[in-house]
């Protein structure tokens, strides 16, 4: 069975729900069955520069005060410790995530995608460390285990992986998608936004439970 989730790693509200997700999974009777592909999806493709404080950019992009958006920071910042994550309020910077997609993307070609989303998730929200430099999005990539000089080679070329991340981002407002986390569970179920632990494991139940007849029980789809 495979689970899909479109996300942006800008998005703390993916950061959470990628491990509350997990933990459903993990107490997952056939989770062993369960292949999961994180798939691109940028919140902000007009954003630029990557060195505008978070705080300052999300509350002008949807109209907040300064104050209401620091409130919904510090509301994610207790929503991530509750479930043992890392996060910090205050110094994130905001900008165009479209790079790290790409990357995002070659590191499934090499088998090392959820190596690459967990380091630049925590990067991003634990460590408060720009993902939109490029010297670090390399570091990154040659920390997840991915070669140096290729990742340096495909940031160089923009058209690199560029259709695989349109290709995502057009299937997900074709899925109806208008934000993330978005999860589609064997193409026949899909959870949007944050939801709870206990949520997700009825979702993976159900789902199990209702793949097509051809499929024979305990086989991967």
């Known amino acids: 069975m ?4 479109w996300t942006d790693i800008a998005c703390p509200w993916c950061y959470i729900g990628k491990a509350r997700f997990e933990r459903a999974l993990a107490a997952f009777e056939h989770r062993d069955h369960v292949e999961v592909v994180y798939r691109s999806f940028e919140l902000n493709p007009k954003a630029e520069d990557g060195t505008t404080p978070i705080i300052d950019a999300v509350a ?6 300064r104050e ?15 479930e043992g994550l890392g996060f910090r309020v205050g110094a994130r910077v905001h900008g165009n995530t479209f790079d790290l997609h790409r990357l995002l993307h070659f590191a499934k070609a090499r088998g090392l995608q959820i190596e690459l989303m967990n380091l630049a998730l925590r990067v991003n929200f634990a460590e408060e460390r720009s993902i939109y430099d490029r010297e670090t999005l390399v570091s990154l990539a040659a920390e997840a285990g991915l070669d140096e000089a290729e990742a340096r080679e495909v940031l160089a070329d923009a058209d ?25 569970l064997d193409r026949q179920y899909g959870v949007t936004g944050l939801q709870s632990v206990e949520l997700f494991g009825q979702a993976l139940e159900q789902a199990w439970q209702n793949r097509p007849a051809t499929r024979h029980p305990g086989t991967a789809a």
């Open 2 to 5: 495979r689970v899909e989730i």
């Open 60 to 65: 002008a992009q949807y109209g907040r005060t």
């Open 68 to 82: 209401q958006q620091v409130a919904r920071e510090e509301y994610a910042a207790s929503e991530a410790h509750a």
């Open 160 to 184: 690199a992986y560029a259709q695989e991340v349109r290709a995502d981002e057009r299937e997900a407002a074709e899925l109806g998608a208008g934000g993330v986390p978005f999860f589609v």
